[in-house]
């Protein structure tokens, strides 16, 4: 089992709607989790970080933590075509950021 | 802005060069980070280094080697190349605070090896 894994992709949504990315976590000992953003070609760059059960609002996105599910989720409100590209999930786990595989997403004009 | 530049953005080597992909950053940063980003294995963690001097192996440290004799520099060596280290190489630093990591990515190196 990965220590990090995301919901397979790809994923599409139409514009306006809401993009739901989902992660689950196999160590419970994880202090902090992170969701990159990268597009097509590009680096990652963080969007969120989130330490404490939860959710957390950063405009339209809002990320969610529950420590006794271990699941860590991003919601993408009123969805943009530039909201199109790679959302990795990380955790800060053993010293040391574990990242998913990653969840393709695709917002439809 | 944080700051994390990359030597090249394209290389291309032959079997069994010795390979250097340098990587600078500028914020002082503790930590710093080389992986290896293929499609469908997601990114791997290469080596990390806490400190100067200080190297960790992360998940997949075989055939690379690293440097780190200043704070802001940390160099992936691919000591003979091969064709299964064709990959896109990112850098990436972090201030480790009470449990945060926010990592910084450099632009990334696309390695091709003939």
């Known amino acids: 089992q990965k220590e990090v894994e995301q919901n397979s992709g790809p994923l599409s949504v139409p514009e306006g709607a809401i993009a739901s990315l989902n992660c689950t976590y196999s160590d419970r000992g994880s202090q902090s989790f992170f969701w990159y953003r990268q597009y097509s070609g590009k680096s990652p760059e963080l969007i969120m970080s989130?330490?404490?059960?939860g959710d957390k609002e950063d405009g339209r996105f809002t990320a969610q933590l529950n420590k006794a599910s271990q699941y860590v989720s991003l919601l993408i409100r009123d969805s943009q075509p530039s909201d199109s590209a790679t959302y990795l999930c990380?955790?800060?786990?053993?010293?040391?950021?574990?990242f998913g595989d990653g969840t393709t997403l695709t917002v439809k004009p | 802005d944080v700051k994390v530049t990359q030597s090249s953005r394209y290389l291309v080597k032959r079997t069994g060069e010795k390979v250097f992909l340098e990587c600078v950053q500028d914020m002082d940063h503790e930590n710093m980070f080389w992986y290896r980003q293929d499609p469908g294995l997601g990114l791997r963690l290469i080596y990390f280094s806490y400190d100067v001097k200080m190297k960790e192996k992360g998940d997949i440290p075989e055939g690379y080697s690293v440097s780190r004799e200043k704070k802001e520099r940390f160099s992936l060596i691919l000591e003979s190349a091969s064709t299964n280290q064709t990959s896109m190489y990112l850098c990436?630093?972090?201030?480790?605070?009470?449990?945060?990591?926010?990592?910084?990515f450099g632009p990334g190196t696309r390695l091709t090896v003939l």
């Open positions: 990380a955790g800060f786990i053993a010293g040391k950021s574990t």
């Open positions: 990436a630093s972090s201030f480790l605070t009470r449990g945060e990591d926010t990592q910084y």
């Open positions: 989130i330490y404490s059960n």
